[in-house]
């Protein structure tokens, strides 16, 4: 249940962020991958941490969480970045496109993180976690 919270939290903070920096609300940031904080980020630390303070940060247990949220968090600041940068450079090539009348579909760009947004979703998660336990 901590590591739902602390994902809700992050989505919800998706939403007032995006409204702070573009003034206007836009719900589908809910939804959306992406964003300040990482909610992906924020899942997997509060179920580390959970497990680390329930179980005890020397358990194997507690091995297995951080191990499984460091992947996860390289994963959305690393591959799926690069997915999203990859994505606006063919995106650029099918406007080209649709100036000569083909018309592909565009791809989602905003796929991954910055490693600030990760950061600031891991320490969410944290926080949730020694909150709630």
């Known amino acids: 249940m901590t590591s739902l919270l602390a994902w809700a939290i992050a ?6 962020s995006w409204a702070v920096m573009r003034r206007k609300l836009n719900f589908k940031r809910l939804v959306e991958p992406g964003g300040m904080p990482s909610s992906h980020s924020a899942f997997v630390t509060s179920l580390a941490t959970g497990v680390g303070l329930v179980e005890g940060f020397d358990s194997t247990l507690f091995a297995l969480a951080a191990v499984f949220a460091l992947i996860v968090m390289y994963d959305a600041a690393g591959v799926r970045r690069a997915a999203g940068k990859q994505a606006r450079v063919l995106n650029a090539i ?8 083909l018309h592909p579909e565009r791809l989602r760009e905003l796929l991954g993180h910055t490693p600030v947004e990760v950061v600031a979703g891991a320490l969410l998660g944290v926080l949730v976690a020694i909150w709630r336990l």
Not at 11 to 16: G, N, P, T, Y
Not at 94 to 101: A, H, K, S, T, V
Request: charged share 45%.
């Open 11 to 16: 989505q919800l903070l998706k939403i007032v």
């Open 94 to 101: 099918i406007e080209d496109l649709n100036r000569r009348e």
